[in-house]
């Protein structure tokens, strides 16, 4: 266990490191098409199915860029007129449906799409291919007390344990973080006043924000941060089964579902082979590969039945973000700075 630990965090330094400099690349070097792919996938999740895709498909090279959800949003805006991906994935959601809204999405349509329920896909621009909850993940020898089952109990623990739980709650920034923004939004909307004390009780104990989620999931590793709030499931439960230090919780309240969802720029330039991946990832053998081999929670979990299947096993109600257009609403400029605003006073974290 320890061992599998030591090689799951080198690797996912080691590929942080790679993406940040330049792109992964998948397949021989002399293929003869190259897809590219701008990803805010960890490359952890991701690489088993790359290096299968590059596998049945050995005339196609791969390069897979991990950009964070926001600059990968502003990344796409910004290449509008020559992009340097064919295939954009991101778990933020509302940023991908905004691309459509704003006309950067192209259609695209296979048997594989159309299969696809109609929650699962927009316009037939865009995608979802998995569907992960939205966790909290903590650290079983740091945190005082019972371990929380839900949001009452976490603000239970803030104020029962004041000291040993300052200044070691973790989430996203929601400046910086697409999906951080997202969640955050989400939680606003599915439970006003309890997101609200919840808020509060973040800003009068440090909270502590970041961009993305391996850092929050290291320092819950390390005991820096006894809680991480908010965090996509697939990788709290990927590094939850490999540390006993670690367990996965998904709120009894309600646990927040989120897809994750690719889309075609509408000047990209080899659309082929961005279909052609995309149909992979929505093909039996793969989404049955996110299961068993514990990458993702897939999109339609009942492709592959196993004794220990990969799926949400939530006790309280499950709440799916919607693939559709009132996500726009919580990307309103105006509504988003109003938003932005009153979560920096709640945190008391105007000066950053």
Known sequence: MKTLLVLFSALSILWSTLSMAAPVWFGDLKAARTLRINSSLDL????????????????????????????????????????????????????????????????????????????????????AFSLEPVVMLVNKDQFPGKLPEDRQDLLRAIRQYEKQMTGRIGTYDIRKSGVGYLLASQ?????????????????????????????IIDDVASGKL?????????????????????????????????RRVALIPKKAANVEDAGLFLDFLLSDEVQGMMQTKALLFPIRPDVTPVITPYVVEATGPKRAIE????????????????????????LEINDK
């Open 323 to 346: 693939l559709d257009q009132q996500l726009l609403v919580g990307r309103d400029y105006a509504k988003q700075r109003r938003f932005i605003k009153s979560w920096e006073v709640a």
């Open 226 to 258: 006894v809680v991480g709030y908010n965090l996509l499931g697939s990788y709290a439960s990927q590094r939850a089964r490999v540390d006993s230090r670690l367990e996965m919780i998904l709120p009894k309240d309600y646990t927040l579902m989120i």
């Open 187 to 215: 939680d606003a909307r599915q439970a006003d006043a309890t997101w609200g004390r919840l808020i509060e009780a973040f800003g009068s104990h440090k909270l502590q924000t970041y961009c993305c989620t391996h850092q």
């Open 44 to 127: 952890a999740s991701f690489a088993p199915l790359l290096e299968r895709f590059v596998a049945l498909h050995p005339d196609v090279r791969v390069s897979y860029l991990d950009v964070n959800t926001l600059e990968l949003y502003q990344k796409t805006i910004q290449e509008k007129d020559h992009p340097s991906a064919s295939l954009v994935i991101s778990s933020a959601m509302d940023l991908q449906l905004k691309l459509v809204n704003d006309g950067y999405v192209q259609t695209y349509r296979s048997q594989a799409t159309e299969q696809l329920p109609s929650d699962a896909k927009w316009r037939s621009q865009v995608f």
